[in-house]
């Protein structure tokens, strides 16, 4: 039985003619963007677009790494029986079908109808090749990660490299309906890029490096106490092990963010800077932590 289930969009359609682009709302760039991903074949099996610069080994290893914390984290989370988990912000559904391999019931989200196509691709994928048990657990829907609101359904909300994509408004209303729709032992698990000093990207690819004190700040004001969190960026004394991790295609790191003026890198990446300016005529201004946080919901009478 088929389970996949494509509600009416809950934004816009993407084809408005004759607008300036740049005067879209923020939320409509960023579905563009990510619905381009997809479409230009840029977010492949990769999971990322700022993979695709990397050594295939080094995107293995931080999948791996990746893996490694989410396992860690949610230890007993994992042993549940029936579990339920939505995966908010699913992208091409590579979490959503990891955890229905776990036995959980997954519903999956993504605003970018793109994705949720391509997850219903690999759904199908799974069913022609006798893994209907993994496929039949998942359910992939278009929706905003804002505008969850499936009250008390779940025992897990996994949101990986999605907070990041929203303004500081929609993050708190994200930290809202999460918490509405958790179960009360229920948890929440995210993984943004963070930094020392926040920095704003406007344009194209609309996105928000917050400090890890200001998510902090959202979800609690939001009944989600952070238990955990944990860091998984990749240090370079790893890259520099495997070859052909440094492209020369003037990005040299993904993950660079330029911050005229400021220098705010982790002290064990310093010594790239003079090469990376070298190399692009440009500065770096701050190198994001790949970071995972765990928040329990508080209970209501506490
Ligand atoms: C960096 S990708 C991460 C995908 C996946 N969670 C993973 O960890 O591999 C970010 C995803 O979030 C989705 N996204 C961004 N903003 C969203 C929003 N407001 N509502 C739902 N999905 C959103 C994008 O379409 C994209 O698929």
């Known amino acids: 039985m088929r389970r996949t289930e494509n509600t ?7 084809n408005v003619s004759g607008l300036d682009e740049t005067a879209l709302p923020e939320a409509e760039r960023s579905r563009r963007f990510w619905d381009a991903q997809v479409r230009d074949r840029r977010y492949t099996s990769l999971d990322g677009p700022g993979m695709l610069l990397f050594d295939d080994r080094l995107v293995a290893l931080r999948r791996g790494r990746e893996e490694t914390t989410i396992q860690y984290l949610l230890d007993d989370v ?3 029986t029936s579990l339920r988990v939505l995966d908010a912000g699913c992208g091409t559904g590579r979490w959503s079908f990891w955890f229905a391999r776990h036995g959980a019931q ?19 994928g799974l069913w022609e090749s006798g893994e ?19 009250d008390g359904e779940f025992d897990l909300i996994f949101c990986g490299g999605v907070l990041q994509c929203l303004d500081d408004i929609h993050v708190s209303e994200f930290a809202q309906r999460a918490s509405r729709a958790l179960q009360p032992d229920g948890v929440v698990l995210t ?16 996105v928000h490096y917050r400090r890890a ?14 238990v955990q969190d944990v860091g998984a960026w990749i240090h370079p004394q790893f890259i520099t092990k495997l070859p052909g991790w440094f492209p020369l295609s003037g990005r040299p790191l993904a993950f660079a963010v330029d911050v005229d003026g400021w ?13 990376y300016q070298r190399l692009t005529g440009r500065g770096i201004g ?4 790949h970071r995972f946080f765990l928040y329990r919901r508080r209970s209501q009478d506490a």
């Open 106 to 124: 997954v519903t999956a989200i993504d605003f970018s109808q793109e994705m949720i196509d391509r997850c219903c691709e690999r759904q199908q």
């Open 213 to 226: 004190a200001e998510y902090e700040s959202a979800f609690s004001a939001n009944g989600l106490t952070k």
């Open 78 to 80: 994992l042993r549940k």
């Open 263 to 275: 220098l705010l890198t982790h002290a064990p990446l310093r010594w790239l800077l003079p090469l």
């Open 8 to 14: 009416a969009p809950t934004v816009p359609p993407n």
């Open 132 to 150: 209907s048990g993994t496929a039949n657990l998942i359910t992939f829907r278009q929706q905003n990660a804002w505008q969850v609101d499936d």
């Open 191 to 206: 993984r943004d890029s963070v930094l020392c000093r926040r920095f704003d990207q406007d344009g194209d690819y609309p």
């Open 286 to 289: 701050a190198v994001p932590d």
